[in-house]
């Protein structure tokens, strides 16, 4: 037996060794961070921001749940999902036939990606998890109220995702931007 006729494939796949080594001398560069890493630093940098602003200021250790949602509501001034109001004539209406003037908002999907990222980083910094303001049931009882609403006043249905769909093909329309755009609302 020759044990190099094993593998047959194992000389394919493997051509892409285009890199040259690095040279020794190059100063150690911080590695990149990813997106949500940035994010997550950004927004933590917003918030503590925002702490320090108030009257008086708030050290991060005396956050309560309270200036946590003094701050999403202080966001919504940067908010771009137009959130129709009751008596619009668009309320409950996915694609408007025209304009009204129907505050813009931050959408539900943002602000609890946002309390997510803040939730973790409150962490990374230091903070206790038991005594994690972001977890707090008020905070998520706030995120799902306003879910609810904006779902009414939009007509945009946020599913849960554990029930099972009757048409698996259609798991990937309707989520209407509630995800991933959370990173461009936020004031830097
Ligand atoms: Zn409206």
Request: glycine residues 10%; positive net charge.
């Amino acid at each position: 037996m020759d044990p190099s006729n094993k593998g047959k494939g194992i000389s394919e796949g493997s051509a892409s060794q285009s890199q040259p080594q690095q040279p020794p001398q190059s100063p150690p560069n911080p590695p990149a961070l990813s997106r949500y890493e940035s994010q997550k630093r950004r927004d933590w940098n917003a918030f503590c921001q925002y702490l320090r602003n108030q009257q008086p200021p708030v050290h991060i250790s005396q956050c309560s749940s309270n200036n946590i949602l003094d701050f999403l509501q202080y966001l919504d001034q940067f908010g771009k999902t137009k959130i129709h109001a009751h008596g619009c004539a668009f309320f409950g209406q996915v694609e408007p036939a025209g304009q009204c003037n129907c505050p813009l908002k931050q959408a539900w999907g943002s602000l609890d990606a946002l309390i997510g990222r803040l939730r973790a980083a409150y962490e990374e910094n230091g903070g206790l998890p038991e005594r994690n303001p972001f977890a707090g049931g008020g905070i998520r009882v706030f995120l799902r109220e306003v879910r609810d609403s904006q779902a009414k006043a939009r007509g945009v249905p946020y599913k849960k995702r554990k029930k099972k769909r009757r048409n698996p093909m259609q798991t990937h329309d309707v989520e209407d931007g509630t995800t991933g755009t959370s990173s461009s609302n936020l004031p830097s």
